[in-house]
């Protein structure tokens, strides 16, 4: 059975090269193989996903203009795991309220996504929410999130939009693939408190 091996070689040298908003660039030097390496790294405080799931086999997403990739994306409500502390569930049943103004009673962890593994340290937890109902006021919403379009999609019109070359959001294009193979199978996700040992919180 394959599987990744958590394990980061410790940092002989650590040098702050940039101080962003969201994340923050670092130079890091490490022992591998008896050479000392160094390598440029992006501190990424980690994020959330929800695929939410109605009864009608459909999928909550959100269509969202994302200025680096250069276009308006088809993704899952997320965010970041910026609030100091914050468990990544609380995290998660904040950021489905404030993009797609839903609740959910139960949750249960689908997937994790390394986005990057050569470059940054950011960890996706996606989870999967069901008995999903619409809160009674929607959010308020500022800058790319104000123009942002919610809608309902059929779990099989995204999958034929996927191989289709028509999304490109990683982390959605992630969770949908352990979702079907989740039901193929005919087993379960995860639970919703499973440790989160990938995730790298950013330094204070």
Do not use: C, K
Not at 9 to 22: N, Y
Not at 95 to 107: I, K, Q
Request: aromatic share 6%; glycine share 6%; net charge negative.
């Amino acid at each position: 059975m394959i599987a990744d091996a958590l394990g980061r070689q410790p940092v002989l040298a650590r040098e702050r090269l940039f101080d962003g908003r969201i994340w923050d660039v670092e130079a890091e030097e490490f022992d591998f193989g008896g050479q000392r390496i160094r390598r440029e790294v992006i501190v990424h405080p980690g994020a959330v996903a929800v695929v939410a799931l109605n009864d009608a086999d459909e999928v909550m997403l959100v269509h969202q203009y994302r200025h680096p990739a250069g276009g308006t994306l088809w993704e899952l409500p997320a965010g970041l795991l910026d609030v100091d502390g914050e468990d990544p569930l609380t995290g998660a049943r904040r950021e489905l309220a404030e993009e797609a103004d839903l609740e959910a009673v139960t949750w249960r962890t689908l997937i994790d996504v390394s986005t990057t593994g050569g470059g940054s340290t950011e960890m996706i937890r996606v989870y999967l929410a069901t008995d999903v109902r619409e809160l009674p006021e929607a959010h308020a919403r500022e800058h790319e999130e104000a123009e942002m379009e919610r809608r309902w999609v059929p779990l099989a019109e995204i999958l034929e939009a996927a191989s289709s070359l028509r999304l490109h959001n990683a982390t959605l294009l992630a969770a949908m693939l352990a979702l079907t193979q989740l039901r193929e199978r005919g087993a379960d996700a995860h639970p919703a408190d499973l440790s989160f040992d990938w995730h790298r919180p950013r330094p204070a």
